[in-house]
T-cell receptor
Framework: AQKITQTQPGMFVQEKEAVTLDCTYDTSDPSYGLFWYKQPSSGEMIFLIYQGSYDQQNATEGRYSLNFQKARKSANLVISASQLGDSAMYFCAMREVHNTDKLIFGTGTRLQVFP | DTAVSQTPKYLVTQMGNDKSIKCEQNLGHDTMYWYKQDSKKFLKIMFSYNNKELIINETVPNRFSPKSPDKAHLNLHINSLELGDSAVYFC??????????????FGQGTRLTVV
C-alpha cells in the first residue's frame, strides 16, 4: 500500500492566487513527521515545510502553510500568492517513528503558475 | 559552500560498464542516503547509512554497492550497468536518523544515462 498519496499529477494556478496541493498518508505509527519538498526544473530538492504529528498548530513558513488534518491523515500544502517561480514539482514525504532512517516520498504534483 | 555535493552531475555510459557516483556532505550529519528518481519523477530510497554503517538496503540489486569511508562521504558504485538504471540519483543527509523532525538535505543529483 502506498504510504504517501498525491492524487494530483498536475495543477495550474494563476499568479497571485492561492493553490492547495493534496497529500494523504498511511501509517499506524503514533508519531511521525511530514515534509514538503519543491523540485524546480533545475532538479534540486528544496525543503519547504515540516509538520509533526503531535504539533498542535498547522505549520507555516512564509507563503507556505500546511493544512494538517490528522484524523483524515492529510497534510495538504497551501501556497498563497503564487509566483511564476513556484512552478515546479512538489513532493510530500513522511518519516515514521519506527523507521526514522528513511524519508518516504509521494509521486509528486507538477504545479504550473501562469501569468 | 555546497552542503551536499555529488559528482558527476551528468554521466552517460554504455551498458555493461561500471561507474561510480561520489557524494560528500560538510554539514556534520550522521545519516546519509541514496535515492533514485525514475523517469516519472518517483523518488525511492535505495540505501541509508548512519555513521558509516548500513541501515537500510531497499532490495536494490547487488550490482549497486554503496561505500561510506567516513560519515561525510557516501559513494555509490554500480556494476554492469543496464538500460533500466538510467535515472537521477540523489545523495542526501540528515543530522541523525533518530529524529522525526529532521529534513533531508539533498545534493543536486546525478543524471545517469545508460545507452
Amino acid at each position: 500500500a502506498q504510504k504517501i498519496t498525491q492524487t494530483q499529477p498536475g495543477m495550474f494556478v494563476q499568479e497571485k492566487e492561492a493553490v492547495t496541493l493534496d497529500c494523504t498518508y498511511d501509517t499506524s505509527d503514533p508519531s511521525y513527521g511530514l515534509f514538503w519538498y519543491k523540485q524546480p526544473s533545475s532538479g534540486e530538492m528544496i525543503f519547504l515545510i515540516y509538520q509533526g504529528s503531535y504539533d498542535q498548530q498547522n505549520a507555516t513558513e512564509g507563503r507556505y502553510s500546511l493544512n494538517f488534518q490528522k484524523a483524515r491523515k492529510s497534510a495538504n500544502l497551501v501556497i498563497s500568492a503564487s509566483q511564476l517561480g513556484d512552478s515546479a514539482m512538489y513532493f510530500c514525504a513522511m518519516r515514521e517513528v519506527h523507521n526514522t532512517d528513511k524519508l518516504i516520498f509521494g509521486t509528486g504534483t507538477r504545479l504550473q503558475v501562469f501569468p | 559552500d555546497t552542503a551536499v555535493s555529488q559528482t558527476p552531475k551528468y554521466l552517460v555510459t554504455q551498458m555493461g560498464n561500471d561507474k561510480s557516483i561520489k557524494c560528500e556532505q560538510n554539514l556534520g550529519h550522521d545519516t546519509m542516503y541514496w535515492y533514485k528518481q525514475d523517469s516519472k519523477k518517483f523518488l525511492k530510497i535505495m540505501f541509508s547509512y548512519n555513521n558509516k554503517e548500513l541501515i537500510i538496503n531497499e532490495t536494490v540489486p547487488n550490482r549497486f554497492s554503496p561505500k561510506s569511508p567516513d560519515k561525510a562521504h557516501l559513494n555509490l558504485h554500480i556494476n554492469s550497468l543496464e538500460l533500466g538504471d538510467s535515472a537521477v540519483y540523489f545523495c542526501a543527509s540528515s543530522p541523525k536518523g533518530g529524529a522525526l523532525n529532521t529534513e533531508a538535505f539533498f545534493g543536486q543529483g546525478t543524471r545517469l544515462t545508460v545507452v
